[in-house]
Nanobody
Framework: QVQLVESGGGLVQAGGSLRLSCAASGFTFSKYGMGWFRQAPGKEREFVATISRSGGSTYYADSVKGRFTISRDNAKNTVYLQMNSLKPEDTAVYYC?????????????????WGQGTQVTVSP
């Protein structure tokens, strides 16, 4: 069965960095776009970043552009989210997801599978 397992979350001070990983199994990873989403307490889940199946195309939410970088290693079936210059408003549970498309998407309804999430907390 499809599994997406996120790791790398934690507590960091504002201005710091974290690298999230999402290990995928149970499907042909290299055929699908991948994405990262996040959900803060009391808020709806929001798009963060997406990457095409080859890694050649990426797209970011305006709120993270220039600070976050999404990448993937198809040989390791893993997608990453490098987060720099973190802000308290980045605090959320971060989820990786597998798109139904090869290109990835910013729409959550275009994702078929989701991980369990990893908590990121940024202190002031």
């Amino acid at each position: 069965q499809v599994q997406l397992v996120e790791s790398g979350g934690g507590l960091v001070q504002a201005g710091g960095s974290l690298r999230l990983s999402c290990a995928a199994s149970g499907f042909t990873f290299s055929k699908y776009g991948m994405g990262w989403f996040r959900q803060a307490p009391g808020k709806e889940r929001e798009f963060v970043a997406t990457i095409s199946r080859s890694g050649g195309s990426t797209y970011y939410a305006d709120s993270v552009k220039g600070r976050f970088t999404i990448s993937r290693d198809n040989a390791k079936n893993t997608v990453y989210l490098q987060m720099n210059s973190l802000k308290p408003e980045d605090t959320a549970v971060y989820y990786c997801a597998t798109a139904r498309l090869t290109s990835g998407s910013s729409r959550s309804d275009e994702y078929a599978y989701w991980g369990q999430g990893t908590q990121v907390t940024v202190s002031p």
